[in-house]
């Protein structure tokens, strides 16, 4: 494949959640620590920002001009043209140091978003469901950093990173919504270059994309053979999250970031905490939006929320 190219230069200390938005044709992404909602047109290159007084970590759509967002203060609504935001829960309320980091909308128009520590405390994270009654279940427990979810094509499987341990694990996706018979697909614990595994997202062949943070690739693998098939260079070192979009979904977008780098290593990376781009073999899915059940009786929609595609 090609090499990653720069989609949009800028400085983002923490670039992170790019979502495509099919109805605007531009791509909503964050800088978690810059504390910025970037939304970029790749048309015509306009790209413009918002800035929010919590650090939003993660976001999907909630109906007309409203994100549903996992944050530092839990999860709330987001709107990206002022950046206000509107309390929703707080799941965790007694860990203080905790905070949301990655989350998407199910292929049931839920928000299943996960938590980290902020202080490096390992098995602190946990993974939650929030329902469509806004409803919190707890789904999964002593997660470091819980990272890059989504699911396969049929929605039957679960993917999810650990990003401590450097592993993509698989789960039976069952109705509730429950997990079962967690397994390891990907296992990059070896990988010394790969300092960790950040976002994810998957193709219409199932297959997953994952960002190697630290070694600044983008990696698709195979998650029933645990194989390397394809690998994106991408010029900075800490790539971080990845997205489908475009007019035909197949151009992958990808953030990066530059907290952490010295100096010297921004001088050999310049681009760090850059949005970059590059098209895929195949293409991926539009995301869904929170409350729009795609697969409730006659295709009727759960709440009178703004509709977007789902697989």
Known sequence: MENAELAWRADASLGEGPLWDTRESVLLWLDIFGRRIHRFDPASGAQTEVESADQVACIGFAGENKLIAGTDKGIQFFDPRDGTLEPICNPEPTEITNRFNDGKID?????????????GKTGRGALFCIGHDFQVTKLLEGLSISNGLDWSPDGKTFYLIDSAVKCVFAFDYREGPRLANKRIVIDASEEAETKLLDGMCVDQEGMLWVCHFGSGRLVR????????????????????????GGANMKTLFITSARTGLDGKTLSTWPLSGSLF???GPVGGFPPGSFGINPHAANGKMTSQQGNHNDR
Do not use: H, N, Q, Y
Request: glycine share 8%; charged share 25%.
């Open 221 to 244: 693998w195979d998650p029933a053979r645990g194989r390397r098939l394809e690998t994106v260079e991408v010029p900075a070192p800490k790539v971080t999250s990845c997205a489908f």
């Open 107 to 119: 292929p049931w128009g839920r928000f299943i978003a996960g938590t980290m520590s902020t202080v």
């Open 277 to 279: 781009k590059v098209d």
